[in-house]
């Protein structure tokens, strides 16, 4: 668990983080380092390691989740647990949601690792640092996050 930080150490943990789960298998549902994951996984991993235990319990999800519900899930968890950025103001460390299409909900995530790369976890293949600039038209919302004082820690 991380200690009270400031937000530049706090980014810095999260990137160090995400880059420590290159490599991990896609796994759908999954969340551990070096096993597998999906790309809630991967960010939930790094919750826990900042934090201890995840923020709330996850529900089970099937594949076609979004879709399916046509509701905001991703994006409503996402305002109730980190702390939203204008994408002008977006930073190394930031958890950035992307929706396939609009219209559509967002239901992709992955770390932006600054330098024009982000880390995500996708189908088919291993967690993997990836150039951004295909994903940018895509974004739905961006979040950081929070330092412990602003988790009320």
Known sequence: MIPSMTTDTLAKCVVDEARRWIGTPYL???SLCGVGCDCLGLVRGIWRTLYGEEPEPLPHYSADWAEASGSEQLLRAGHRHFIPVAMADMAAGD???FRWRAGCPAKHMGV?????TMIHAHAGASVAEVHFGIWARRIAQVFR???PDQRGE
């Open 28 to 30: 759908h549902q999954a």
């Open 95 to 97: 958890v950035v949601l």
């Open 112 to 116: 932006f690792s600054g330098d024009g």
């Open 145 to 147: 996050f929070p330092t």
